[in-house]
Structure formats: C-alpha cells, structure tokens
C-alpha cells in the first residue's frame, strides 16, 4: 500500500541528496533535527492505503487528472512508514503561515551523521514551487536548487524524467488542515511510478513486460495440460519457478528470477500489489491474457490467502530491499485490523515468502538445482502455525500486542524468524 509512496520519497531525497554532495559535505550534523517517530498506527495503513487506491483510480480515469486530498497527520503517517522501512530516515511535516514545512532528516550511511532538510511549500498554481530550502543551516536558493535535482534525475532515468513529474503536480491549495494536490498523470507512461520507485530505485537488472508475459503463458500453458496442479499445494509452481529460471536463461538468471515471480504474482498473489509488480507496457504491446482464477484453489499450508502472502511478499523482496517487504506486510494486517483483524499467521507468511526470495538471490544460480531439490512440501518453505496467532480484532490486538513498538509484538515476529531459521532450507544453507 504504502511501499510505492514510501520507495518513490525515499528515492526523491536521496536524489536531492546526491544533487547536493559537494555541499553536504560541509553541512553534515552529527544529531537528526526530527525526532525518531512513533511505530506506524492502524490510521497510518488506512490513510496510505486510501491514497494509493485514489492515485491508482485517477491513473485509470479520462486525461489522467484528478485531486488528492490529505492533511498533515497522513503525510506524518507516511513518514512513520516509511521510517519503519528504512531507519535512516525521518520526517514529518506542519502548517506554518499557511505554508506546508516539511523536515527530513537522512542518514546517507552508517557514522556519517545526518543531512537535516528543511522545505517550505506554498500554495502554488502554476506549476510546483518551494519557498524555502534548507540544508543544515545553510539556505539554498530554490530555483538553481531544484533544476540541480532535475538535472540529476534526468540522468538516472532519462531525459525529461523531472519535467514529467512536475507536470503531474500542477497546484496545491491548503484549507485549514487540509492539502488538495491537482494530479495529472497523462504525460506519465502506464506503470512509470512502478518503475521508478521499485526497478531503477534498487538497481536491479528489471525484465521487461515481454520477459514476463512469457513466464504468465508458460505457467499458463503447464497449467492447462496438467503439468501444474489446479488445486492443492502451490509447490509446484515453485519448483518450476526455480527450474525455468535456472535453466533458460544462463545470462542473467536474476533477471529470469525477477521476471518468473511477477508472472506468478500477476497469476497467484494479491490483488493490492498485481499491477504495481508489472514492468511497464509499451503501446505496441498486446495486454497479459486475463487471470481466469487459475490458482483460485491453490493453497501453501492449506490456505489460499497464505499463498497469496507469501509469493506477494517474495516478489517484493526480488525488487526491493528487506524492509519494504516486511512493512509492507505490517501495513496491510494495521489496515486489515481496522475493520477486518490483524493476523500473525499472515505475517508469518509474508516473512517466509522473504526469506525464500532471500536465499535464492543469495544462492548461486549454478546451486538452484540443488536448492529445488530440498523444497518438496509446504512445511520446507512456510512455518508451521500452531502456536502464533489468528485473526485479531483490533481491540483484542491492542491488549495483547499494544503496538509494532512493543516487547511482545517484537517477541512474536522474533518467534516467528526462529521458526523460519529452523526451516531445512534456511539452516543448511545459512539463510
């Protein structure tokens, strides 16, 4: 939910960042000027999640144009999220004179210290626009500041990257506590948010959408003359996972790796995360055949939504770092608990489904083989359950758990871990 908004800030400051090297240098502070936010609230994946179905149905609308609309306490929510994911960073943001001041504070690397960001926004009409920039004490000037950024994300994503986005920013008007952002996303490629927050973010070597239609009609093809199962344990579709990227495509097996995952989540995994996971489709470009249910009946451990957790959660992991995984995971159990329950067997699954990602991006391609070969049941890749909690209710989470910042909230997920140390697969190999 919050993942993509998450990665793209992350990116969007660590390009700033980078834009201002030479100076930071000089303006480094050995303490952050935020304070370490609290653990991320039910409220936080409510508000996240909102704003990430609004981007996606304004990206489907006419013209691509529409409004977002948030206050001050969902950005301070994002930001809480996003700290969770990546520690080194933190931010939060206030009114001020009818001004929205937002301050970051980021840690480029372990005992470097901190760049302290200071950013005042106005409302603006025709076209973004920044009041006041600061880095530590020093007072950058807006303009040459900003086409600085915009140099330096041209050059990591091509020309007319900044323009385009921007331009997808044309106003912000502030009423009372709330922010209204007019969005007009029709000069944006479909999936270019995709792209640019989870591929050329990480670095990985991303497939294309044809690499990955590939994969959808091989494990479609497997399916229909029954070569996979169409109910019963998703272990099959595993093992082949493992067996085609290995074997096809000697040159870049993480690639292929990357690639046979999308084309199982787009077949297999959750709904939330289906299209995000897409690489980007060009014009020319026929669209994925449809979905048709054909893992409706497949199960990990007996139970479909376990699937779904653990191949959404491992296709995660192949794009990204650890860290969005897991709160992506939390995320969306904080969501589900507001109206629904909070589930550690969920996350159970989520952390599985990491750590099966982990070890094969870990593993020698020429060792894949190997590794197939001792993935034969559910219980060599997913925990067993008994003992960790079911659905929750949001009050019954409460009193139990407190929050993610408790002791016996950080106990569970550290039961859980040692549960998956002990999986063969993970104990053998180091994983």
């Excluded at 908004?5 to 100076?23: D, K, P, Y």
């Excluded at 549960?419 to 994983?431: E, Q, T, V, Y």
């Amino acid at each position: 939910m919050a993942t993509a908004l998450g990665l793209m800030l992350r990116f969007l400051i660590g390009g700033l960042a980078a834009g201002l090297g030479l100076v930071a240098v000089a303006v480094v502070a050995p303490t952050p000027h935020v304070p370490a936010p609290e653990a991320p609230r039910q409220e936080d994946a409510r508000a996240a999640n909102d704003l990430l179905r609004e981007v996606q149905r304004i990206r489907a609308a006419a013209g691509g144009h529409g409004e977002l609309a948030a206050r001050v306490e969902d950005i301070d929510g994002l930001f809480r999220l996003l700290h969770r994911a990546h520690p080194n960073v933190r931010g939060r943001a206030r009114l001020q004179d009818d001004r929205l001041l937002v301050e970051v504070a980021l840690a480029p690397a372990p005992g470097m210290g901190w760049l302290n960001l200071t950013a005042a926004v106005p409302e603006f009409r025709d076209g973004f626009a920044v009041e006041t920039l600061r880095l530590g004490r020093l007072k950058l000037p807006p303009g040459p500041t900003l086409a600085a950024l915009t140099r330096a994300l041209d050059r990591r994503l091509g020309a007319d990257t900044a323009a385009r986005l921007l331009e997808a920013a044309p106003a912000l008007h502030i009423e009372g506590e709330e922010l209204r952002l007019a969005v007009g996303m029709g000069a944006l490629p479909l999936g270019y948010f995709a792209r640019l927050t989870v591929g050329d973010a990480y670095g990985r070597s991303m497939p294309a959408r044809t690499e990955v239609a590939a994969d959808v009609a091989v494990f479609r093809a497997a399916a229909a003359d029954g070569q996979l199962p169409a109910a019963g344990s998703f272990m099959p579709w595993l093992q082949m996972l493992i067996d085609r990227a290995g074997t096809t495509a000697a040159d870049d097996p993480e690639r292929a790796l990357i690639a046979g995952l999308m084309a199982l989540n787009y077949l297999c995994g959750s709904d939330h995360f289906v299209k995000f996971f897409l690489p980007p489709r060009n014009a020319e470009e026929a669209p994925l055949p449809p979905r048709d249910g054909i893992c409706q009946e497949l199960t990990l451990r007996g139970r479909v939504d376990l699937r779904r957790h653990f191949l959404t959660a491992a296709t995660l992991r192949v794009l990204s770092e650890r860290g969005p995984a897991v709160v992506a995971g939390e995320a969306k159990e904080l969501h589900d608990s507001i109206r629904g329950a909070f589930d550690f067997t969920d996350i159970a699954a989520n952390n599985s489904g990491i750590r099966f990602a982990t070890l094969l991006l870990d593993t020698p391609s020429s060792d894949w083989p190997a590794l197939r070969d001792r993935i034969v049941t559910d219980g060599d890749v997913l925990v067993a359950l008994d003992g960790i909690p079911g659905e929750m209710r949001r009050a019954e989470f409460r009193n139990r758990f407190g929050g993610l910042d408790s002791p016996a909230y950080a106990a569970m997920l550290a039961e859980i871990e040692a549960r998956i140390d002990a999986l063969p697969i993970h104990a053998a190999g180091g994983g």
